[in-house]
């Protein structure tokens, strides 16, 4: 059974931080690209972050300088690093699981709420 557990969401003001953790089981997580997507209120859900098996990572223009992600494989946890933050960054934070060798697989968390109030 999969699971990706998300947490480490909450209300901030702008300007300062949060860091999310995904914690994955189920998977064999080192094999796995491992992302950070969102969605605000009437909005589609977009890519925030991700991070390659290999350690490459891309961001969203918004959030570049801004967020970190970062995975320990012995931990099985990606994580998310968010500093500066703005009301704009308002959304439910999904973690994401793509495996693309072998069976293509994807999962997804079950989201945190990350509030920013100005």
């Known amino acids: 059974q999969v699971q990706l557990v998300e947490s480490g969401g909450g209300l901030v003001q702008a300007g300062g931080s949060l860091r999310l953790s995904c914690a994955a089981s189920?998977?064999?997580?080192?094999?796995?690209?491992m992302g950070w997507y969102r969605q605000a209120p009437g909005k589609q859900r977009e890519l925030v972050a991700a991070?390659?098996?290999?350690?490459?990572?891309n961001y969203a223009d918004s959030v570049k300088g801004r967020f970190t992600i970062s995975r320990d494989n012995a931990k099985n946890t990606v994580y998310l690093q968010m500093n500066s933050l703005k009301p704009e960054d308002t959304a439910v934070y999904y973690c994401?699981?793509?495996?693309?060798?072998?069976?293509?697989?994807?999962?997804w968390g079950q989201g945190t709420q990350v509030t920013v109030s100005s």
């Open positions: 991070i390659t098996s290999g350690g490459s990572t």
């Open positions: 994401n699981a793509k495996r693309r060798v072998g069976v293509p697989t994807e999962y």
């Open positions: 189920g998977i064999i997580f080192r094999l796995n690209a």
